[in-house]
């Protein structure tokens, strides 16, 4: 197995109320890994992920990047940010520059990068996001799609090698999560690594290779999406619906008497597939 690229020790984390955000976890991620991240509202996964590239330092426990441990020093912390990107729900949050060229550049510029680094990481990201016809456009005066791509495209100009999206198909249309998808797929077949948190198990299932599923700042499931989906008490202890698709594939396996788990189709030209061979 490759070297881990985040590891997390027994990590906890309290806000100044005292209930445990995120209680004592440990886990590791592994280059290239597509994890969905599960949970209800409060379960602690934004915790989790603001402690992932550093924003919150944990209260207890020990957090490794690349095998070097991240200390509370802030040249430790500056690298963890810069390799670990997070696009959060909410585009508005992310947003404060004038254009969406000046908005992509401020990361790099940060970075104190030479002008030409700053430049090339820029148009790079703007061409990935299909952004280059609105460069010039104020980003608050983007459509909702819109700005999602750009806040996807300021971490990308980062060039981290982990990327946390935080509900990134919250407020999208079907057209734009049909988009989302797509630049998940490219940005997984360029290497990165990608971990979303999302409320949407029909997403988790077609997208993830690895689920994570939270429940009052507790993980308590950690495995292939088929292991946690096939998991009845599992699913309703978290309040969590199996997906549709595996639905669908369940009833058709009890119909024609075939072995449960048999079929794992992920979209519905698998799903058809299967219709066809057995109807």
């Not at 002008?115 to 280059?132: F, I, K, Q, W």
Request: aromatic share 6%.
């Amino acid at each position: 197995m490759s070297e881990a690229l985040l590891e997390f020790r027994d990590i906890s984390y309290a806000y100044e109320e005292g209930d445990f955000a995120l209680q004592p976890l440990s886990l590791t991620i592994q280059p290239g890994e597509r994890i969905g991240v599960l949970g209800g509202n409060g379960a602690g996964k934004s915790t989790f992920f603001l402690c992932c590239n550093g924003v919150l330092t944990p209260d207890s426990g020990r957090i490794f990047f690349r095998g070097r441990e991240v200390t509370r020093k802030k040249p430790d912390l500056l690298e963890l940010r810069k390799n670990v990107g997070i696009v959060f729900q909410d585009p508005n949050q992310q947003l404060i520059a004038s254009t969406v060229e000046d908005e992509i550049s401020f990361g790099p510029m940060n970075l104190r990068l030479p002008p030409p680094e700053v430049a090339s990481r820029v148009e790079e990201a703007l061409t990935a996001m299909n952004l280059g016809r609105l460069r010039e456009r104020p980003p608050h005066y983007l459509s909702g799609g819109e700005k999602k791509r750009v806040s996807i495209a300021d971490v990308l100009a980062m060039e981290p090698e982990l990327i946390l999206f935080d509900e990134p198909t919250a407020s999208l249309d079907g057209v734009n999560i049909e988009v989302l998808d797509s630049i998940l797929a490219k940005l997984s077949q360029g290497g990165k690594t990608l971990m979303v948190s999302t409320h949407d198990v029909d997403f988790c299932w077609r997208w993830a290779s690895r689920v994570l599923v939270f429940r009052a700042g507790r993980l308590v499931a950690d495995g292939l999406p088929h292991n946690i989906f096939s998991d009845d008490a599992l699913l309703k202890n978290n309040g969590l619906q199996k997906p549709v698709l595996l639905e669908v594939t369940r009833m058709l396996e009890q119909k024609t008497g075939t072995a449960p788990g048999a079929w794992q189709p992920k979209n519905l030209a698998g799903l058809n597939e299967i219709i066809n061979a057995v109807l």
